[in-house]
């Protein structure tokens, strides 16, 4: 489910590159179906997928440890949630506004090649099918709950993030 969400996403940044600067409409519209996908996404992660991978992991690759995989993935989120915000400081289509669309692409490019790798990995390798069931289904209630209106994209520390994980339910 994560994975296939990863390819929507490269998707629409793709769709983005489609649209003439001067389809200011068309732009604000696809750029706002991405914000909300990017945000639900990472929201319902943090919510249903990390605590367990917290749980279950060792790390995987290049991470030192499942501690380490999970701060640097929050960290990422929140990169790509400034970046999000960014956008709203500037006209769409405007030079500004894609240029700091191009800062949440990287951002997000960055982290999903290394959650695919690390993350993704670690989790195939320690959790059940049943629960990778039960997690997809919380990620479609949770995507489709907010589909309309997306998440506040609020910051979460990392640190307290993997101390206190929420219970993933
Ligand atoms: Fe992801
Ligand atoms: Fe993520």
Known sequence: MIL?????????????????????????????????????HAEAEERYFYPHLLRLGSGAADAEGVDDEVKDAIKDHNEIRDAIV??????????AWQKAVLECRIANDDHM???????????????SLELRHQIAMKFIR??????ATGVPPVD?????????????E
């Open 4 to 40: 296939e969400q990863h390819h929507q996403q490269r998707r629409m940044f793709a769709a983005l590159d489609e649209v003439p600067a001067s389809e200011t409409e068309t732009l604000a519209a696809v750029w706002k179906r991405l914000e909300i996908l990017l945000e639900t």
């Open 142 to 147: 949770y995507e489709a709950l907010k589909a």
């Open 86 to 95: 960014k956008t709203h400081d500037h006209e769409t289509g405007s030079e």
């Open 113 to 127: 090649a290394e959650e695919e790798r690390q993350d993704l990995t670690d989790f195939r390798r320690h959790a």
């Open 156 to 168: 979460k520390d990392p640190e307290e993030y993997v101390e206190h994980p929420p219970r993933g």
